[in-house]
């Protein structure tokens, strides 16, 4: 059975007070929040711009004694270039757009070089079957269910179909789901076989961080039982 994973995304974070507003999730998730979802944007792959490695490093640092595990999604254009520097920054998932990679085999062997483990994201317009043959040496597929680029955005129940393809041939892989996910339609995810839920403004932004982390794991648990 795979685990119920909750994933706040720092995208929703206050920036200017970037790993304090971190410890306030962590603190709210109270031991729940393990992972935190670290969105990399070049503004080529996607029409905006984040932050990059340096941020990364100063926040793994910062929550050292945390011991969180780094999911970070490259929404680069060349995910090849960024695998050493998220690496040496803290990184410890390396998710990149089968999209933007020309050879994907390339990137998945430079990202296990350097002791990361391998995520693979397909954008709302990628089928599924684009991601099967590499599916078998990923930790973790992202079925993305909003166009990746900015946080808050609408949900689109339309990627389940992706998701169910993938839960059905992979019972024990990791699937993330990424994009307008939060108390409201989490069901629709966990029921499809997401297990990894990306929350950045539902989390963020809640007015009560604990009840919601609770929530989108609680639905996980609930339906990977099943
Ligand atoms: C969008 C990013 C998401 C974003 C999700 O391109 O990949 O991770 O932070 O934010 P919400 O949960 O607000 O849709
Ligand atoms: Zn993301």
Redesign the pocket.
């Known amino acids: 059975m795979v685990c119920s994973i909750v994933n706040p995304?720092i995208?929703?974070a206050d920036f200017a007070d970037l790993a304090c507003d971190c410890q306030r999730i962590l603190d709210a998730g109270n031991g729940d929040v393990k992972w935190l979802?670290i969105?990399i944007m070049d503004g080529h792959f996607?029409p905006n711009i984040s932050f990059g490695p340096p941020v990364l490093s100063c926040l793994t640092k910062k929550l050292a004694d945390r011991k969180l595990f780094y999911d970070c999604?490259m929404?680069v254009s060349n995910p090849l270039q960024w695998v050493e520097p998220m690496a040496e920054a803290g990184g410890s998932q390396y998710t990149f757009h089968l999209e933007a990679a020309k050879d994907p085999q390339a990137v998945i062997d430079k990202v296990k070089q350097h002791g990361m483990k391998v995520g693979i994201a397909i954008k709302p317009g990628t089928p599924v079957e684009d991601v099967i043959p590499w599916a078998n040496q990923a930790d973790m597929i992202l079925v993305m269910t909003?166009e990746?680029?900015?946080?808050?955005?609408k949900f689109m129940p339309d990627m389940m179909p992706k998701v169910r393809v993938l839960r059905q041939k992979y019972p024990e892989l990791n699937l993330e789901v990424?994009?307008?996910?939060g108390e409201g339609n989490v069901d629709v995810a966990a029921e499809a076989g997401a297990n990894v839920i990306?929350?950045?403004?539902?989390v963020f932004k809640s007015p009560d961080v604990a009840t919601t982390v609770q929530v989108l794991k609680n639905s996980v648990e609930k339906h990977s039982a099943k």
């Open positions: 995304s995208l929703s979802h969105d996607v999604h929404m909003v990746p680029g900015f946080g808050g955005q990424d994009g307008g996910l990306v929350a950045g403004t539902s």
